[in-house]
């Protein structure tokens, strides 16, 4: 059973920056690839970036893509996320998740057996 801790969410300006971190413990976190997603009340959660477990292959979602970028460092059992460019349409509260399937970087979220608690994200115009 993996626990999964996200941080480093708040409350920013439009186009700044933040890097969301998310540790895991209970587990061997090099045999899993990873995931980021966000969610917004009332609508789906929605996909955001994935990597697998060797950093390997990564995945974007096409409107992140060039402004997000995901990494991970199995040493500290912990992946990132950083965000650039922030505006208020990234508003959300965003979940890292775990895939049992260490090679998938996967963009769906039923692949994930593992979520986070979710660290809310605030960008201010």
């Known amino acids: 059973q993996v626990q999964l801790v996200e941080s480093g969410g708040g409350l920013v300006q439009a186009g700044d920056s933040l890097r969301l971190s998310c540790e895991a413990s209970?587990?061997?976190?090099?045999?899993?690839?990873m995931g980021w997603f966000r969610q917004v009340p009332g609508k789906e959660r929605d996909f955001l970036a994935a990597?697998?477990?060797?950093?390997?292959?990564?995945n974007y979602y096409e409107s992140v893509k060039g402004r997000f970028t995901i990494s991970r460092d199995n040493a500290k059992n912990t992946v990132y996320l950083q965000m650039n460019s922030l505006n208020p349409e990234d508003t959300a509260v965003y979940y890292c998740?775990?895939?049992?399937?260490?090679?998938?970087?996967?963009?769906?979220?039923?692949?994930?057996?593992?979520w986070g608690q979710g660290t809310q994200v605030t960008v201010s115009s």
């Open positions: 998740a775990a895939n049992r399937n260490r090679y998938a970087a996967s963009t769906f979220s039923t692949h994930y057996a593992y």
């Open positions: 209970g587990g061997t976190f090099s045999r899993y690839s």
């Open positions: 990597i697998s477990s060797g950093s390997s292959t990564t």
